[in-house]
């Protein structure tokens, strides 16, 4: 057991230590070509100057105004600490990128070293789709929506360790709640992935 909890806490300092190292290696370059940038920006900066939107923020700034924020949440806190929003958005964005690509390989089996090195093949071989975790913030910056991509996949690690009907029914619909805080594209796919999941649950009992 002692051994058991050493080797997690190995694993979370490695993890911890690369994460660092991407945040301070990565943290600052900040792409400027993106109007969405600009706009996911003016959220964030509303945020840190007065703790939430004001009223009359839909004639500032437009439709971010009722946006979902609980991503900007994220970047505004750090961005009080750091000094920055825009700063504070880089951050979050190189955790969420860092975190999406350690859920998918615990999702396919991290104790596996073939798979991941076929997951890493795989990655190097489609690179040239643009379609992996990461180009959502390339040439649109989708911020909230690579937020979300963490509860995403988070949810799916959760359920593949958690075979019980009701605690997955559970847990997708709390994600899907949370989600829509985050971005609610990403929501809908986590509730389809679990109304899908609880069809084939269903189909297979009843075969």
């Known amino acids: 057991m002692k051994n058991k909890l050493e080797l997690k806490a190995s694993h979370f300092l490695l993890g911890a230590c690369i994460l660092s190292f991407l945040t301070f290696w990565f943290a600052r370059y900040i792409d400027t070509s993106s109007f969405d940038l600009v706009q996911h920006f003016l959220l964030v900066d509303e945020l840190a100057k007065h703790a939430g939107v004001r ?11 009722v946006y979902p924020a609980a991503a900007h949440w994220m970047a505004t806190i750090i961005g009080w600490i750091g000094g920055s929003g825009l700063v504070g958005i880089t951050i979050v964005t190189i955790a969420s990128v860092y975190l999406s690509y350690v859920l998918i390989i615990c999702l396919i089996g991290a104790s596996s070293p073939a798979r991941v090195l076929l ?17 959502e913030v390339v040439a649109n910056f989708f911020y909230p929506q690579l937020v979300a991509d963490v509860m995403y996949f988070g949810i799916l690690l959760w ?4 075979r019980e009907n009701w605690k997955q029914t559970i847990s997708f619909l709390l994600a899907g709640l949370i989600t829509m805080w985050i971005q ?15 069809a084939f649950q269903l189909w297979n009992r009843w075969s």
Do not use: D
């Not at 359920?159 to 958690?162: P, Y």
């Open 119 to 135: 997951l890493a093949l795989a990655f190097l071989l489609l690179r040239f789709t643009r379609s992996q975790i990461g180009w």
């Open 159 to 162: 359920v593949s360790k958690n």
């Open 184 to 198: 609610p594209l990403v929501a809908v796919h986590i509730l389809a992935a679990g109304c899908a999941l609880m």
């Open 55 to 65: 009223t009359g923020a839909l004639e500032r700034i437009g439709p971010m105004a």
